[in-house]
């Protein structure tokens, strides 16, 4: 008898539900103060990109009331209904919780209700200096219509009493808040002395309640009866036609000064809006009810990372830590020269990602060196690499950047590096038309001699210094022949689009990773029906590939024993009694942001390991350009198992197992032995001042 049909589970409810397993740090006593902080941030920024990239469909689909593939009126009152329930959680936490947690340490938001004198007439002149010069109140009429309201922009709506200086009777008001403002801004000290022995209170002031404060002073002559602070989420994602447009960074270009003004996806007021505010709102941007989201707070709370930053308390923070240099190799050691002994493998943050920006440097230095290649997707907005790469070209050496315009989020970033880097004169291409570039590669060519050797960097996360702090990714460092010819031959295909010649280790999307890991999975399940031992563990940010999935309920069906480490969305339900019996999933949440992506297949004693820059997602396999490449060295395999799949198998502090109904719950194990996080271990182990406290 057949199995019954695998019934994946809904996506984004899997996003949402990865959201909560975020929202658990910030509701955790145990985690330093400003850290909750920091983690309730995240669960808002997250959220942000939630509705700016997934709502729209739902709700068109609900104004139409027609369904739209699997987008219905159905479906996005139940996705409204969990982000209300998410967002009136979020705000009981601040309210009920942090803030009080944060007065018991002396650190306090001062209402106004609660200023004294001093503190208003602070407070007024703070106004009236750094804030009214920066505002526009706009009265509407016929000749002055709802103005654009920019994506996530803060915003007051004001109901007036008494007549305009025309005798006119246009009662609703918008004033726009610039975002160079402040959203916290820190207040003299009251003297008082706080709570256990500290220093004087430590008192800050948040720029609405500033403005709420006086803005009757904004409309001379008027009565201002009803209010709000309320902010939009647009659907922002961008949507370019690459067939239909002859400049891609012109187009893009031009998409991003229409992203702030996309679709309304979301309104947020303030719990007290009135009724005929939020309605006048909600017509403004033709959103139904369930779009309107009342909060009892600030309405970003992404922006009180401010205050994470203006109060800084060593105490209130996680223990600082810092990352070694990579155990493989030494500070001011020839890469070239240690590379020709084997490969390296660094593990960020943990260890440092300064290795590549020296490999990069000494690349950069070395007259020997005549030509680099290097992909470019997230990089920030200062970037020491791009300063290396500019240096590259002055040096006289062959500079070729592969630069993916159509990062989301980053688009803007990666148009000016790209404009930045062709006005020096290094070779700038865009990779393929219709496919993001997601390949993460840098090639270095050298002399030696009569002949030319290339050295090489993967990676399974970005060229970015600064996340490279707050994300786990693998760093790769070869000079094997024949993977690095198979990186040189992935460039030259991005920047001619020839045909791809045979490669050697090197899996490509959209071409053949897809087919080859399903291959791959397929022939363990195979192997398991022949009675061999056989397993699957593989770690990613996100499963949701319909072929991937079914390829792994069909080897699990047959017998292959498989581990998914799965920090994102995952559609692929585990555990299901006659359908998923041999499949877990499991999410490591940690203090570090879990991004590497590592998979690792056995057959008897034969192990093969693959790094990648690609989730197990539709998109990653078809719609980009991104590669996985084999670790051969049997000793470098070991490690990066024992460091990236079985340390998180075995985390007992940080790890969640998806349930068969689609839940998620947190390993708890009864031994107190076992209650050993992965992260906190790795820390351990790349950092002796760490483990001992100092």
């Known amino acids: 008898m057949s199995a019954p049909p695998v019934q994946f589970l809904d996506r984004d409810h899997s996003i949402l539900a990865f959201n909560e397993r975020v929202f658990d740090w910030a509701r955790r006593p145990s985690v330093p103060l400003l850290e909750r902080l920091r983690f309730l941030c995240i ?45 009136a959680r979020q705000y009981s936490l601040y309210n009920d919780e942090l803030l009080p947690a944060f007065a018991r340490e002396g650190i306090r938001i001062v209402a106004h209700g609660e200023r004294n004198a001093a503190q208003r007439r602070w407070v007024k002149d703070y106004f009236e200096r750094e804030v009214q010069p920066l505002l526009i109140p706009v009265g509407l009429d016929p000749s002055h219509p709802f103005p654009q309201v920019a994506n996530k922009s803060l915003n007051f709506i004001v109901r007036l009493g008494g007549r305009d200086a025309f005798g006119r009777e ?4 918008i004033v726009k808040i610039p975002r160079v403002l402040p959203r916290f801004i820190r207040m003299p000290g009251s003297g008082k002395a706080a709570s256990k022995g500290s220093s004087k209170e430590r008192l800050f002031v948040s720029l609405s ?98 205050l994470v930053d203006l109060v800084n308390d ?29 490969d390296v493998s660094a593990h960020q943050p943990f260890e440092s990602f300064d290795a590549v ?139 001619s689009q020839s045909r791809l010649p045979k490669l050697n280790y090197i899996l490509l999307a959209p071409f053949q990773l897809q087919r080859k890991l399903v291959e791959k999975i397929d022939a363990l399940g195979e192997a398991a029906l022949q009675g061999k031992d056989t397993r699957i563990v593989a770690k990613m940010n996100a499963l949701t590939d319909e ?16 581990d998914l480490i799965v920090r994102g969305a995952c559609m692929l339900p585990a555990q299901v009694a006659g359908v998923t019996d041999n499949i877990r999933v499991r999410s490591v949440i940690g203090r570090f942001l879990e991004h590497s992506r590592v998979f690792y297949f056995r057959c008897g004693g034969e192990e093969n390991l693959y790094l990648s820059s690609a989730d197990w997602m539709n998109r990653n396999m078809l719609r980009r350009v991104e590669l ?63 483990n001992t406290g100092k």
């Not at 839940?663 to 032995?673: G, I, K, Q, R, S």
């Open 314 to 342: 060593p105490k209130l923070l996680f223990s600082r830590y810092s990352a070694c240099y990579p155990t493989q190799l030494q500070p001011g050691q020839s890469f070239f020269e240690r590379l020709k002994q084997g």
């Open 357 to 495: 920006l020296d490999f990069l440097r000494e690349a950069v230095n070395d007259p020997q060196v005549l030509a680099i290649k290097q992909t470019i997707y997230r990089t920030g907005t200062d970037s020491e690499l791009m300063a290396l790469l500019r240096e590259a070209v002055r040096r006289g050496k062959e500079v070729t950047v592969v630069v993916e315009l159509k990062a989301r989020f980053d688009e803007e970033a990666n148009i000016n590096w790209a404009e930045m880097l062709e006005s020096i004169g290094a070779q700038v291409v865009y990779g393929v038309v219709g496919l993001k570039t997601h390949a993460k590669m840098l090639l270095v060519t050298r002399r030696e001699g009569r002949k030319l050797v290339r050295y090489g960097h993967l990676s399974t996360g970005n060229y970015n210094r600064n996340t490279a702090r707050l994300y786990t990714d693998v760093s790769y460092l070869t000079a094997d022949p024949l993977l690095t010819a198979d990186i040189d031959n992935v460039f030259v295909h991005l920047a």
């Open 170 to 173: 246009n009662e609703i008001a």
């Open 209 to 306: 309640s500033v403005i709420r404060a006086h803005l009757t002073e904004l409309f001379a002559g008027r009565s201002v009866g009803q209010f709000s602070q309320f902010r939009v989420t647009r659907h922002s994602d961008l949507a370019v036609d690459e067939d239909d447009v002859k400049n891609l960074r012109t187009a893009l270009r031009q998409g991003l000064e229409q992203r702030h003004y996309g679709q309304a996806v979301r309104l947020e007021v303030s719990a007290g809006c009135s009724d005929y505010l939020s309605e006048f709102l909600l017509q403004q941007f033709n959103l139904p009810a369930l779009a309107l989201y009342r909060v009892h707070g600030p309405v970003n709370l992404v922006r009180l990372t401010q």
């Open 628 to 690: 996985a490449w084999p670790v051969t060295d049997p000793v470098l395999r070991q490690r990066i198992i024992d460091e990236c799949l079985v340390a998180y198998l075995h985390d007992g502090v940080d790890a969640w197992d998806l349930q068969p109904d689609g839940t998620y719950a947190l390993v708890n194990p009864a031994d107190p032995m076992q209650r050993l996080g992965a992260q906190a271990a790795l820390m351990a182990r790349y950092s002796p001042l760490h």
């Open 547 to 562: 072929d991937l999935m079914l390829a792994l309920v069909r080897a699990g069906q047959r017998g292959v024993k498989i």
């Open 43 to 87: 669960v808002s920024s997250n959220l942000d990109e939630f509705f700016e990239v997934r709502a729209a469909p739902h709700l068109t689909a609900a104004l139409s009331n027609e369904q739209k593939g699997s987008y219905t009126a159905q479906s996005f009152e139940t996705l409204a209904s969990a982000a209300h329930d998410m967002v």
